[in-house]
């Protein structure tokens, strides 16, 4: 069975620039949580989704957006790339919101 | 809100010795913890988390954990640790969801790194 698959595994953008990142949920699974996890640190919490309405959000600034297709993969979009966005971005997904999450590889963002 | 304190950020230790890795969290009402492992360029796997009843849980590779409600602490503790334990390990914390089921989002602490040394 697949996993949570994101891509792409690596990008290196610009300052400036604007980045999609993409996150199929293993097959069944509904809810999709986005999380961001600089170099040295935890993961932190981003987004949470659910049947395409948003049942979470974190403290990010609004420059950070994200959707849910219905399919249920989701995207998150970041504007205007600042140097501290470099981080490896989790996806995580669960069946529904409040079940245990399941979390892909990660997407390695480098803002140069 | 919420937060988790990782205590060590490394921990070296030689191989078939004991290890405990240790996590405290700011005390609520209601909360569900959570160890979890990355190796290098991978993403985060569920070794263990702690819901409700026994406050030993035990998870995948041998890890298990004590829930201690008084101290607001739940350390990780491997009695033998192998070289391929080495990786970094969170311990996570989440309320319950506001839509009901054990999980809400998960605060994570800053990490340990363990390794592990023949």
């Known amino acids: 069975d697949a996993g949570v698959t994101q891509s792409p595994t690596h990008l290196i953008k610009t300052r400036g620039q604007h980045v999609t990142l993409r996150c199929s949920p293993i097959?069944?699974?509904?809810?999709v949580s986005w999380y961001q996890q600089v170099l040295g640190q935890g993961p932190q919490f981003i987004f949470q989704?659910?049947?395409?309405?948003?049942?979470g959000r974190g403290n990010f600034p609004d420059r950070f957006s994200a959707r849910q297709f219905p399919n249920y993969s989701s995207e998150l979009n970041v504007n205007a790339l600042l140097l501290g966005d470099s981080a490896l971005y989790l996806c995580?997904?669960?069946?529904?919101?409040?079940?245990?999450?399941?979390f892909g590889q990660g997407t390695r963002l480098t803002v140069v | 809100a919420q937060s988790v304190t990782q205590l060590d950020s490394q921990v070296p230790v030689f191989e078939e010795a004991p290890v405990e890795l240790r996590c405290n969290y700011s005390?609520?009402?209601?909360?569900?913890l959570f160890w979890y492992v990355q190796y290098p360029n991978q993403g985060l796997q569920l070794l263990l988390k702690?819901?409700?009843?026994?406050?030993l849980v035990k998870g995948i590779n041998g890890f298990e954990a004590e829930f201690n409600k008084s101290q607001t602490s739940f350390h990780l503790r491997k009695p033998s640790v192998h070289i391929s334990d080495t990786a970094e390990y969170f311990c996570?914390?989440?309320?319950?969801?506001?839509?009901?089921?054990?999980?809400?989002?998960?605060?994570f602490g800053k990490g340990t790194k363990l390794s592990v040394k023949p």
């Open positions: 097959s069944g699974h509904k809810s």
């Open positions: 005390s609520s009402v209601s909360v569900y």
């Open positions: 996570a914390v989440s309320d319950q969801s506001r839509y009901g089921g054990s999980q809400g989002n998960l605060i």
């Open positions: 702690y819901l409700s009843g026994s406050t």
């Open positions: 989704y659910y049947e395409k309405e948003e049942r």
């Open positions: 995580a997904s669960s069946l529904a919101v409040g079940f245990e999450a399941f």
